[in-house]
């Protein structure tokens, strides 16, 4: 059988079942964007998997973790971690872009699919799935998923709206400053494959002499890596809160990382409220104070790398005023310092 003949054969049957049927569709396929959820949709999938949904973003190292690990303290909320549904690739969204898979779920010979795309029903219906028998295991019915969102910032509020306009975004912001510093010590302690050259000049430098950077007469950063780190904390901030706001509307709830720490118990009951769990009486402040009083980012740091971990605070605030020089502190403010005012940040 020849090559020439093979090759038709192959193109009848991709015709034939996948049904394209005119030259240059499986390009179109390919730069398939799938179709936002509809309220019809919606409906049919609380059927089945009813639970209210909430999903919590930030910038990394902005407490994202924290506040996962205190509002999952309610008796009827369940938080989990870094499910990445719309925040980093791959995303939720890869389950239907293989083309054949696109072709299937929306050819007309498909009856299953009423002349349309079941697309963002398999997506939510998968995601519902993943975290509602999370949250059945331990008896409760409301159910979220903590996410950094700093890779995607704006379009990763998109993505999440197109299969759940009828959840509900909590965003976390924590000073940029203090943000920047952590994730930076992060690289150093968990990330050196990202490192380079003069990254690991620095990183050296810390380990024998970390007065020197704690009193900023050397900076932790380099000037490039320190401009991009604040254009990134700039972008994600802004972006976040504009879609947010906009898409979301009263579904959009923005606090920062350091009122959290200030007055926790009042901020969580207007988080729970927010979500609509239900009046808690003063039995979970003590819960509230011994959550607040374990840091397992920390003590895994220790353990993984004691020599720079020794020296930091985890999780304080103002720790940018010890590790950031006058010229970081210039860089910063000429990138972010308008967020910063918005903020409420001095």
């Not at 020439?4 to 964007?33: C, D, M, V, W």
């Not at 506040?67 to 369940?78: A, D, E, F, S």
């Not at 509230?288 to 930091?312: F, H, T, V």
């Amino acid at each position: 059988m020849g090559n020439n003949f093979k090759s038709r054969l192959a193109r009848a049957a991709r015709i034939l079942f996948s049904g394209q049927s005119q030259p240059g569709s499986h390009a179109r396929i390919e730069n398939y964007t799938v179709p936002a959820i509809t309220e019809e949709e919606i409906a049919e999938v609380k059927l089945f998997f009813s639970m209210k949904k909430f999903f919590i973003f930030g910038h990394a190292r902005s407490g994202t973790t924290l506040l996962t690990r205190l509002v999952r303290l309610h008796p009827n909320v369940h938080c989990n971690y870094q499910g990445h549904f719309f925040t980093r690739p791959p995303l939720l969204q890869s389950l239907v872009a293989d083309p054949e898979i696109t072709s299937w779920l929306t050819r007309r010979s498909n009856r299953w699919n009423r002349g349309g795309d079941l697309s963002p029903v398999i997506l939510r219906a998968a995601a519902d799935f993943i975290m509602e028998r999370d949250a059945r295991r331990i008896g409760k019915n409301i159910v979220g998923d903590k996410s950094p969102n700093s890779l995607l910032n704006g379009k990763a509020v998109s993505l999440l709206h197109q299969i759940y306009p009828d959840g509900k975004l909590i965003y976390i912001v924590r000073d940029g400053r203090d943000a920047l510093v952590s994730h930076r010590f992060q690289t150093f302690i968990d990330g050196t494959q990202h490192l380079n050259k003069e990254d690991w000049r620095i990183r050296e430098a810390f380990i024998n002499n970390p007065e020197s950077f704690i009193n900023s007469e050397h900076s932790i950063f380099t000037e490039k890596g320190l401009r991009q780190a604040s254009k990134r904390w700039e972008s994600n901030v802004n972006e976040t809160e504009e879609r947010g706001k906009s898409l979301f509307g009263d579904d959009f709830y923005t606090l920062r990382y350091e009122d959290l720490l200030e007055d926790s118990a009042r901020q969580l009951r207007q988080i729970w409220f927010f979500l609509g769990a239900g009046n808690v009486g003063n039995e979970l402040d003590k819960l509230i104070d011994a959550e607040l009083n374990i840091n397992p980012d920390a003590d895994w740091q220790r353990e993984k790398a004691g020599e720079i971990a020794s020296s930091l605070q985890k999780g304080s605030r103002g720790s940018w005023v010890e590790y950031f020089t006058p010229a970081d502190h210039k860089v910063f403010e000429s990138i972010a310092g308008d967020t910063l005012k918005n903020w409420g940040y001095q």
